[in-house]
T-cell receptor, first 115, second 109 residues
Framework: EPEVTQTPSHQVTQMGQEVILRCVPI?????FYWYRQILGQKVEFLVS????????KSEIFDDQFSVERPDGSNFTLKIRSTKLEDSAMYFC?????????????FGPGTRLTVL | QKEVEQDPGPLSVPEGAIVSLNCTYS??????FMWYRQYSRKGPELLMY????GNKEDGRFTAQVDKSSKYISLFIRDSQPSDSATYLC?????????FGAGTRLTVKP
């Protein structure tokens, strides 16, 4: 069964460093998402991506964040200068998009720890 | 007012109990209502999905949506220890999705 994959599973970085979180969505899916979940808190929407551009972003997704689909299979989230408060689980999700509603399939997440 | 409100619990019940989980919301544009289950340190996985108002049953799980009250529920019958997880309600207007805080459920044997 196809699934969303994410790498790395755990990323440790120093404050101020850039990190890139990688996701491989399910191959025939058209919509891609990043979510964040701070430990013990709710899953928060960051950004949605369709047709090679951002379709919606939350107030969390400021200028420090960017997304890219560099090669038609990977979908990346970059944080330019990490802050302590960026420590969280980051989930990638994708959905087919051909119908008005499609289930979003989530990856296993990347745990980001900013020291 | 938050877009989606969900009591985070925790909720602890004995095995076999009926569990009731609820969410309220404020955005009238939401048409699709989902319940996700999340085990510790895993991504959310879709448990049930309902379109507009009404009930939907799947085995021991029943989802209810009352759009007039902006209130959704998930009922778990004959709860099992394997049901122990965090249950997240989520809602969509057909494009993007918003989650509730998640209710942490423990079913004790």
């Amino acid at each position: 069964e196809p699934e969303v994959t994410q790498t790395p599973s755990h990323q440790v970085t120093q404050m101020g460093q850039e990190v890139i979180l990688r996701c491989v969505p399910i191959s025939n899916h058209l919509y891609f998402y990043w979510y964040r979940q701070i430990l013990g808190q709710k899953v928060e929407f960051l950004v949605s991506f369709y047709n090679n551009e951002i379709s919606e972003k939350s107030e969390i997704f400021d200028d420090q964040f960017s997304v890219e689909r560099p090669d038609g299979s990977n979908f990346t989230l970059k944080i330019r200068s990490t802050k302590l408060e960026d420590s969280a689980m980051y989930f990638c999700a994708s959905r087919p998009g051909r119908l008005l509603y499609n289930e979003q399939f989530f990856g296993p997440g990347t745990r980001l720890t900013v020291l | 007012q938050k877009e989606v409100e969900q009591d985070p619990g925790p909720l602890s019940v004995p095995e076999g109990a009926i569990v009731s989980l609820n969410c309220t919301y404020s955005n009238s544009a939401f048409q699709y209502f989902m319940w996700y289950r999340q085990y510790s340190r895993k991504g959310p996985e879709l448990l049930m999905y309902t379109y507009s108002s009404g009930n939907k049953e799947d085995g021991r799980f029943t989802a209810q949506v009352d759009k007039s009250s902006k209130y959704i529920s998930l009922f778990i019958r004959d709860s099992q220890p394997s049901d122990s997880a965090t249950y997240l309600c989520a809602m969509s207007d057909g494009n993007d999705m918003r989650f509730g805080a998640g209710t942490r459920l423990t079913v004790k044997p």
